[in-house]
């Protein structure tokens, strides 16, 4: 702190401006590395930063799902290389660590909030489709690395996609839930039956003879009577 005592203000705020353009220009630059690179504890730094201050259990989780598409894009990039066989099933392990993490905030989620839990449910299933399918067309790739480490990573791998075949259960049970929910609610919107009553003229007019007609004339009761 004692090197910018005798700066000029002009001059310290110049370097407080560089030190911020390197600070964002370091964080730019990270976003695009992959595990093994120098700046990569970096990106990952970041994330444990963003998670921490994040409190709602609904932005919670989709940072968790963010997390975790970072993670298999960096496995997908690493398994093209050759020399990165240790990284990768590093990456993979990352990768499960952070559906478990997906699967406790979604539980979390559910039991805050249904409604929004259901809604993000339907984001985490489209990810889980194309996690599921990089993990399972990776085997073909793991042809260049060492059969111990290629054992290993495999193993990795079938752990990785017990943990998505999890989060998927999860994803499943929200939505039967809200397929329920919403044949329960059509059911209390329908409108009840209405049951007709006819009116007293309507009901002797539903009669096949009127009662009057029925009763004999003054004519004919005398006749009678005779």
Do not use: H, W
Not at 185 to 196: C, H, K, L, T
């Amino acid at each position: 702190a004692g090197c910018f005592l005798g700066m000029q203000p002009t001059t310290l705020t110049s370097v407080i401006l560089v030190s911020s353009i390197t600070t964002v220009g370091v964080i730019s630059a990270s976003q695009g590395t992959l595990p093994g690179d120098f700046l990569y504890p970096v990106k990952t730094a970041i994330e444990k930063t963003q998670l921490t201050f994040t409190s709602s259990p609904e932005s919670r989780t989709k940072l968790s799902v963010k997390f975790a598409t970072q993670r298999i894009d960096e496995f997908t990039q690493l398994i093209e290389q050759p020399n990165k066989g240790e990284d990768i099933g590093k990456t993979v392990k990352k990768f499960t660590q952070e559906m478990v993490t997906v699967q406790q905030n979604m539980n979390t989620l559910k039991e805050k909030n249904m409604q929004k839990a259901t809604e993000v449910a339907k984001i985490v299933k489209a990810q889980t489709t194309i996690y599921k399918e990089a993990l399972t067309n990776s085997a073909d790739k793991l042809g260049y690395v060492l059969p111990e480490e290629r054992e290993e990573i495999t193993a990795d791998i079938n752990q990785a996609l017990e943990e998505v075949n999890r989060t998927n259960e999860i994803t499943d049970e929200l939505a039967g839930e809200e397929n329920n929910q919403t044949i329960i609610e059509g059911e209390q919107n329908q409108a009840p039956e209405e049951i007709m009553t006819p009116t007293p003229q309507e009901k002797v007019e539903s009669g096949s003879i009127p009662f009057e007609d029925i009763q004999p004339s003054t004519n004919e009761a005398e006749i009678k009577v005779e």
